[in-house]
């Protein structure tokens, strides 16, 4: 199984900033995944970031307000702009198996908090 | 689209009880279903998986069978521990781009 580690494990942010979160990767994948969980609820995908393309958003979720960056095999950002209180959650990323077909890692989380 | 309905929680048990959590899913074509668990503050862990009809996923003493005819994947274990207290998640990927669609989360607590 691959690694994963996040920075920052958790922040507390003023309302009308930014905050960009990085996701390490031990090994090279080929698909990451950027997902929020807000406080009891479950997980949504935000976008697939594969390298070497624009990152896919899901429905609900624009590139303006989630810009995503993929540099790399290895590593992603993403980056909540603009933030308000209900963008209060927990950000994790996620890499795709490349022993085992559907399967992922995640990572840690991002503890976000906006004030 | 895809969803996947799971119990609602929180479960409490005592210890070396029974434990169930069902999960229900709606997916086209044969999606891989998933079971994932978080411990207080650690991140999502696989716990168990089923790729095709029939089979049964299981590891730490955690069962699971995918059932088509009843569209289910229900959690189970015979006796559980102090240690698997935790959030439960079932889960589907479904087509060729990986995406994971999560149940709400089933919150246990197991009692000694």
């Known amino acids: 199984s691959a690694v994963i580690s996040q920075k920052p494990s958790r922040d507390i942010c003023q309302r009308g900033t930014s905050l960009t979160i990085q996701c390490q990767v031990d090994s090279q994948v080929t698909m990451m995944f950027w997902y929020r969980q807000q406080p009891g609820q479950s997980l949504t995908l935000i976008a697939t970031?594969?390298?070497?393309?624009?990152?896919?958003?899901e429905s609900g979720f624009v590139i303006d307000k989630f810009p995503i960056s993929r540099p790399n095999l290895t590593f992603s950002t993403l980056t909540v702009s603009n933030m308000s209180p209900e963008d209060s959650s927990i950000y994790l990323c996620?890499?795709?198996?490349?022993?085992?077909?559907?399967?992922?890692?995640f990572g840690p989380g991002t503890r976000l908090t906006v004030l | 689209g895809d969803s996947v309905t799971q119990m609602e929680g929180p479960v409490t048990l005592s210890e070396e009880a029974f434990l169930t959590i069902n999960c229900t899913y709606t997916a086209t074509g044969y999606p891989s279903l998933f079971w994932y668990v978080q411990y207080p503050g650690e991140g999502l862990q696989l716990l168990l998986k089923?790729?095709?009809?029939?089979d049964k996923g299981s590891n730490k003493g955690f069962e699971a069978t995918y059932r088509k005819e009843t569209t289910s994947f229900h959690l189970e274990k015979g006796s559980v521990q102090v240690s698997d207290s935790a959030v439960y998640f079932c889960a589907l990927s479904g087509g060729s781009n990986y995406k994971l669609t999560f149940g709400k989360g089933t919150l246990l607590t197991v009692n000694p």
């Open positions: 996620s890499v795709d198996s490349t022993r085992s077909y559907n399967e992922q890692f």
């Open positions: 970031a594969n390298q070497g393309s624009e990152a896919t958003y």
């Open positions: 089923a790729t095709k009809a029939d």
